[in-house]
C-alpha cells in the first residue's frame, strides 16, 4: 500500500441531473478508519484560446447564475454524452462565437477542482480561425468581444475575467509572447 | 436589462453537505423562457505558491478520491465558516507542510469552475517561509515536496500535476523567471 490511497465501501447517490451527478460515499482511509466523500461527477469540458488574425484572443462574456454575475471568459462547454473533446471545441468555437477554424491543437488538460469534482478541462489553442455560424444553446445568451493581451491582463487584473481556465488563457499567452 | 442576466423564480435544496450544497433553481432567462440550474455551492478555497529558500515550490502528494488518482498539488485547503481567506491560507501551509511563513500575498482570485459551481480560489505567494508544525486532519494523508520550476514544467507535461490551481501556480513561477 502506498499509504494514501482511499477504498470505496459504499456510494450512495443523491441526485442525478443534466450537468451534474452528486454521489457521497464512505471510505476507508489508509489509516484503516472511514471517512464521507462527497462527490460531483461531471462530464467534462472543453475551452478554447482563439487567436485572431490581428492577434486578439476571443472573449465571451455571460452571466454565470452560480456567482450572479457577468464575467468574461475564453469560449467553452461540457461535452456532449459519448462525445471526443476534440469534436466538442470545434463544436463549442462554432456555437458560441460563430467561428470555425483550420487547426486546433489541445494545449493542456486539468481538473478544476478535484477535492470534490472529477471535471476535466481540456483545453485548446487555434490561430487559424475561419468564418462559421454563430448558433446558440436554447437557454445561452452571450456578447463575443475580442482584447489585445495587454487588454486581457488588465481584466484579470480587476476581475472581470475571474475564472481558472480564463487566468490559465492569459498566462499562456503572456507566456508565448515572452518567449517569441 | 442587460440581455444577459437570469432571475431565480424558485430554488429547490437537494444536498446540503460538510463540503458541497446543492441546490436546483427554477431560473427566468433574458429571453422570457424558463430553465433550471443546477447549483453547487462551496464555502471558497485557498492555496498557496510556497517558494522555498532554494527556490523550489513546495507540492503535496495526495490521493484524491473523486479522480481516483494521487496527484501532485500545491497546499491548499477549503475555508472554516466564518474564516479570513488570509488566516485560512496561513492555517493551511503549516497544517500541510510544517512550514510558517512571515509574509504572504494575495496575488489571485478566480472561480474553479463558474458553469456549476460558486467556488472562489484565492491563491497567495509566498518566499519566507519559517518551521512550524506539521498537524493534518484525521482524514487527510499527504507527502510533501520541494520542486525546482524546471521539474514542475515538466510535471505538468506528463500530468503528475493535473489540476487547475497548481498548472496555473507552475504558470505564474515561469512569468516571475521570465520577468527577472
Known sequence: MDGLTEKKIESTEIFKGRVVHLLVDKVGLPNGNDATREVV????????????????????????YPLDK???????????????????????????TGHQCEQLERIASFYSSPGFSDELLNIYFTNTLTNGRQH???????????????EAVQMVRDHRIADAKTVYAVQYMQLKAMQK
Chains 1, 2 share one sequence.
Open 136 to 150: 446558440l444553446d436554447d437557454d445561452e445568451f452571450l456578447e463575443v468581444y475580442a482584447v489585445d493581451l495587454g
Open 70 to 96: 457577468i464575467i468574461y471568459e475564453i469560449p467553452a462547454g461540457k461535452l456532449e454524452p459519448g462525445e471526443n473533446p476534440d469534436d466538442s471545441a470545434m463544436r463549442e468555437l462554432e456555437e458560441e
Open 41 to 64: 461527477r461531471h462530464p467534462g469540458a472543453v475551452a478554447i484560446i482563439a487567436v485572431t488574425e490581428d492577434e486578439k484572443m476571443l472573449l465571451v462574456r455571460q452571466y454565470r
